[in-house]
């Protein structure tokens, strides 16, 4: 069973800061990539960072600056640490990750890969 857990979320004042985390039970880290998402009311969920196998990261123009993603050494946890934080900030944050899947039914592409599975995500909230 795939499963991705989010912690970290809250609420900050603009110019803040949120780590946020996501640890991946029963294996299932992605060997291809890990990534976070956001999604606000209205709008479609969309990419904020991802990490790949090998280091490499990606950054939506948006964020970049201010959030760095990380994992660790033994790639079952995932980290998204969030510097001046905006209230365009606001959103359900998601962790997501790439398998080997037929199904494309859910999936985002995001840094060159397809993400098709997801955690059930925490709320952050910026105040200006």
């Not at 964020?63 to 990380?70: A, D, P």
Request: aromatic share 12%; charged share 15%.
């Amino acid at each position: 069973q795939v499963q991705l857990v989010e912690s970290g979320g809250g609420s900050v004042q603009s110019g803040g800061s949120l780590r946020l985390s996501c640890i991946a039970s029963g294996n299932t880290y992605s060997k291809y990539s890990m990534g976070w998402f956001r999604q606000t009311p209205g709008k479609e969920r969309e990419g904020v960072a991802s990490i790949d196998a090998d280091g490499t990261t990606y950054y939506a123009n948006s964020v970049k600056g201010r959030f760095t993603i990380s994992q660790n050494s033994s790639k079952d946890t995932l980290y998204l640490q969030m510097n001046s934080l905006k209230p365009e900030d606001t959103a359900i944050y998601y962790c997501a990750g790439v398998r080997n899947s037929r199904d494309t039914r859910g999936s985002i592409l995001f840094g060159g890969w397809l993400f098709n599975y997801w955690g059930q995500g925490t709320q952050v909230t910026v105040s200006s």
